[in-house]
T-cell receptor, first 114, second 113 residues
């Protein structure tokens, strides 16, 4: 798969588990994003990284911890989640934050918290 | 931050008819106006965008019109087909690097065969 890839595609976890979501982009972009998509709030921006530096954290609870080791990879570490965190988590990339243009989305990870 | 509203939230049209979805925004500095389409179970994908120096852009059956004075832009789909059924999102954006990225709440379009 080219463009933006995400693994795993589906994840079921208990509230005490620790898991990580992975995103990789093959587009040479410098900005990467995590979004949460649920029925209540369709596309909710969580974190933004620009040239590996976090530039935005939209009041996301600390049980979500992002990591961006380089411009091509983005992780979302999960621990002690709540059932209301069940949602589709989408990763996206763009050329650079501050340079307007298309965002390219990954296929998402469907997360279920039991 | 940007306040973005989409109307309507749901829209059903007969196949072959036209559909129009409107996006209003609050930040007058916005200068990039994209529309994304998300089919069921798939990722959002850009279908058309317009920049603030242009009032209208067309690509086959889809078009986007921009009214910067009134701070709204609209997606127009003509001769609708079943494959147009999806959720559509707008995401107006400025070019200053410190604005909040905000997507509209989405419009679920259903094409009735």
């Amino acid at each position: 798969e080219t463009g933006v890839t995400q693994t795993p595609r589906h994840l079921v976890m208990g509230m005490t588990n620790k898991k990580s979501l992975k995103c990789e982009q093959h587009l040479g972009h410098n900005a990467m994003y995590w979004y949460k998509q649920s029925a209540k709030k369709p596309l909710e921006l969580m974190f933004v990284y620009n040239f590996k530096e976090q530039t935005e954290n939209n009041s996301v609870p600390s049980r979500f911890s992002p990591e961006c080791p380089n411009s091509s990879h983005l992780f979302l570490h999960l621990h002690t989640l709540q059932p209301e965190d069940s949602a589709l988590y989408l990763c996206a990339s763009s050329q650079e934050k501050g340079v307007v243009g298309e965002q390219f989305f990954g296929p998402g990870t469907r997360l279920t918290v039991l | 931050g940007e306040n973005v509203e989409q109307h309507p939230s749901t829209l059903s049209v007969q196949e072959g008819d036209s559909a129009v979805i409107k996006c209003t925004y609050s930040d007058s500095a916005s200068n990039y106006f994209p529309w994304y389409k998300q089919e069921l179970g798939k990722r959002p994908q850009l279908i058309i965008d317009i920049r603030s120096n242009v009032g209208e852009k067309k690509d086959q059956r889809i078009a986007v019109t921009l009214n910067k004075t009134a701070k709204h832009f609209s997606l127009h789909i003509t001769e609708t087909q079943p494959e147009d059924s999806a959720v559509y999102f707008c995401a107006p954006l400025g070019n200053f690097g410190n604005e909040k990225l905000t997507f509209g709440t989405g419009t679920r379009l259903t094409i009735i065969p």
